[in-house]
């Protein structure tokens, strides 16, 4: 059959940026039914300034045909617009461009608010304004007031505190009594029951007029602990905001075309692996996909992190999220969305919090233990001040005290504070952490060991010396390879479409596994791959011949060799001296030839280099290491990759990985840069730092507050403010971590791939 060389030389397309069909299935995604055959669209015009913009916007939107209203919030810059839902919405994008105002869909569940985060706020708000106004009057009690005056100030504080103390307490309140339902004590248990102890007595001594009240210390305990509540929570989301974002940037849909041609608008969660898709300039690639045809520029860098353009054609793999510059292209879904590179990123990101490591566990562990301590305390305090002194009123006060300062609420935060930002800390350099046990492990390593190709060299094979080819012999060539996805002819082919080689028809094109490409054209038959196969007898052209050459023949006579080149890793000889420096020992264990494999340990001075090993030798290697007593890191990326990534203490593989490679590791970099693996381990030596800081903190505030607080020397006040104290230092400890300086270069992760020297020469400085 006739195969024309235009497969491998790009085509064009309509040049429109936008169908209107798929604008109006675009705007029916993303509005809401609200009854009465009505919907909702909600429009983001960031151009809204004045009242008199309001005015315009919301008259021109009535007056189109189907709209019920148009409102106009100008404090959030957005237009709701109510219309009948008939067959296709009313043009309101184009009729707010027609005012001069630039539009867009406004994503409603971006702005979804998180009900956690408001409870909390709410709570914290109520709490603080009952804590400074309780204060005020209790500064006035302390200055002496008289009798009269004391008591009345002390019922003001009763009647403010007492809905403070529903309203903001019954967070700790709902937590507390779901864990004493299990059978179990957690660290609200002591809060709930100090809280309502120092409640109860103050309303007691208000009721029968004694001096002392401490409605302020319940109310000052409460507003401090949520204060490092939602601290806590606030870090939480604030490294799950930063992935979201990601998603945020996703398509809502597709134009997808059927086997007849017929183009329909689908959701992204309907768009399925072999379904063909039209992207437009200026879109979003929806789900990862494999250009089948036309050329553009994309935007990576939402997802690489890298500035530069990428040339993309057809073959090229394109990932959910990147940008279309310049062209239409016409894709292939490889994925569905909920497999795509984003949503793995999310899931990797969720795991990662939700991660348990070593240093955590012995934290939680402590701080469910901890609460029977605490209580005993409690109890032994009161009674044995109750023996020794026969007052009630200060035996309950000492172990109301007592329950309030030795709170675990420091110990509870050690740990997790430290590992949400670290997670944060990790993304911002571009590295996913599947598992907080994970940075735990990474810690522990003393070796770390490569794979080759597609970990310390980028994986993609460059052709060399094109210019010294004939015209022709190059588009005989070109014309086979585009019938391969062996990575020589992904590369002879990228070199054609960027070289405008001409067409060529072959009467038939198959591949040989193992051998090469072999086209028919009339009765000639040319070969491009293994010169053993290619030719008949061997020829001169060769003797210098390298497993990194393809034999180009014509009825088994030499027509042309074309030599291929991989490129070392960005950042590769910093990350391995940067290893060094911190005496860790490096290997190379690959599985490709001797020759390659010597070439790179040499370019990046590693001593240590086994070539040819098998996936089981790679896991035998790991194995031995392990058993003589080294905790091994491996970073690889193939498939034959993934036992030994399993096997190793810990393991990182580029995004660029297969998907079971990604699965299979504990750390994921993003970006092209092997500075990753370094910045990894130093995030993770400075997380285990603070972490061992905090425990030290919690354990000796809990020393020294503990006896003071039995001996008598704390009220219940000083007591709140002393453990709520505890807690925010844990807290602003961990914060440091975002300070973390690197102590190496990182600048090589941002050099362009044709700057990075091919293997076997000096890289280009």
Request: net charge neutral; charged share 20%.
């Amino acid at each position: 059959m006739g195969i024309s060389g235009t497969q491998f030389a790009t085509s064009a397309q309509p040049s429109e940026a936008r169908d209107a069909s798929a604008l109006d299935a675009e705007i029916l995604l993303a509005s809401r039914p609200v009854g009465d055959r009505l919907r909702q669209t909600y429009l983001s015009v960031p151009g809204i300034h004045c009242g008199g913009c309001i005015q315009r916007i919301e008259k021109a939107l009535a007056a189109l045909t189907g709209v019920e209203h148009a409102r106009v919030n100008l404090s959030t810059k957005r237009v709701s617009v109510r219309w009948k839902a008939n067959d296709t919405p009313p043009p309101l994008l184009a009729t707010l461009k027609a005012l001069g105002y630039e539009a867009h869909l406004q994503d409603m569940s971006a702005d979804d608010k998180d009900p956690a985060f408001s409870e909390l706020v709410r709570a914290l708000a109520v709490a603080g304004f009952a804590a400074s106004n309780i204060m005020l009057l209790s500064v006035s009690i302390w200055s002496g007031a008289e009798p009269a005056t004391r008591d009345l100030f002390h019922w003001i504080s009763a009647f403010i505190a007492l809905p403070a103390l529903a309203y903001s307490g019954r967070i700790f309140f709902r937590s507390a009594w779901k864990s004493l339902r299990r059978g179990e004590a957690n660290m609200d248990v002591p809060i709930s029951i100090g809280v309502l102890m120092a409640f109860g007595m103050s309303l007691y001594d208000t009721i029968h007029h004694g001096e002392n009240a401490y409605f302020d210390a319940s109310i000052s305990l409460l507003f401090f602990l949520l204060i490092g509540r939602t601290l806590d929570h606030l870090m939480r989301e604030k490294a799950r905001t930063a992935v979201k974002g990601l998603a945020a940037f996703t398509s809502r849909g597709a134009m997808i075309v059927q086997a007849d041609g017929s183009r329909d608008y689908l959701p992204i969660d309907k768009i399925e692996p072999g379904m063909r898709i039209l992207l437009a300039a200026g879109e979003r690639v929806p789900v990862d996909a494999r250009v089948e045809d036309g050329s553009s520029d994309l935007d990576n860098a939402l997802v690489s992190g890298e500035s530069m353009p990428v040339a993309v054609a057809r073959g090229s793999m394109l990932q959910a999220g990147t940008l279309n510059l310049t062209g239409p292209l016409t894709i292939v879904a490889t994925a569905a969305a909920r497999d795509s590179f984003l949503a793995e990123m999310l899931r990797l990101m969720e795991a990662a919090e939700a991660g348990r490591s070593g240093y955590r566990r012995l934290a939680d562990r402590a701080s469910r233990l901890y609460a029977p301590v605490v209580h005993l305390a409690a109890l032994l305090s009161f009674f044995g001040w109750l023996l020794a002194t026969g007052d009630f009123h200060r035996a309950i006060t000492i172990a109301v005290a007592v329950l309030i300062i030795t709170c675990p609420c420091a110990l509870g935060l050690a740990v997790p504070m430290v590992q949400v930002v670290a997670a944060r800390r990790l993304f911002e350099n571009g590295i996913m952490v599947k598992d907080g046990s994970a940075l735990e492990r990474l810690n522990e390593i003393d070796t770390v060991v490569f794979d080759k190709t597609g970990t310390l060299t980028l994986g993609r094979l460059n052709l060399r010396d094109q210019p010294a080819m004939k015209a022709e012999i190059f588009a005989l060539a070109a014309a086979m390879a585009a019938h391969s996805r062996h990575p020589r002819s992904l590369a002879l082919y990228a070199a054609a479409v960027q070289g405008g080689a001409q067409p060529v028809v072959f009467d038939s094109v198959s591949e040989r596994p193992g051998f090469g490409l072999e086209a028919t054209q009339g009765a000639n038959v040319f070969r491009l791959g293994r010169s053993d196969w290619a030719l008949e007898k061997p020829t001169d052209a060769l003797a210098s011949s390298t497993e990194t050459e393809t034999v180009l023949s014509k009825d088994g006579v030499f027509l042309d060799v074309f030599h291929f080149e991989d490129f070392v890793r960005p950042g590769a000889r910093e990350a391995i001296a940067a290893l060094k420096e911190r005496s860790l020992a490096v290997e190379i264990v690959s599985g490709d030839n001797m020759r390659s494999v010597r070439q790179v340990a040499s370019l990046l001075d590693v001593r240590d280099f086994k070539a040819s090993a098998l996936p089981g030798e790679k896991v035998a290697r790991i194995s031995a290491l392990s058993a003589s007593g080294h905790k091994v890191m491996m970073v690889g990326d193939g498939i034959n990759d993934t036992p030994a990534l399993a096997a190793a203490h810990v393991s990182m593989a580029p995004a660029t990985a297969a998907d079971v490679g990604r699965n299979a590791a504990d750390f994921v970099f993003l970006h092209e840069s092997l500075s990753a693996v370094p910045q990894a381990l130093a995030i993770s030596h400075a997380a285990g730092r603070l972490i061992r800081q905090n425990f030290a903190l919690a354990v000796a505030y809990n020393a020294i507050a503990l006896p003071i607080a039995v001996l008598g020397y704390v009220t219940p006040l000083v007591a709140a403010l002393a453990m709520s104290g505890s807690s925010i230092i844990v807290v602003a400890n961990a914060l440091r971590l975002k300070g973390h300086k690197q102590s190496y270069s990182t600048s090589s992760g941002k050099t362009h791939m044709g700057k990075q020297a091919p293997l076997g020469m000096e890289p280009a400085e």
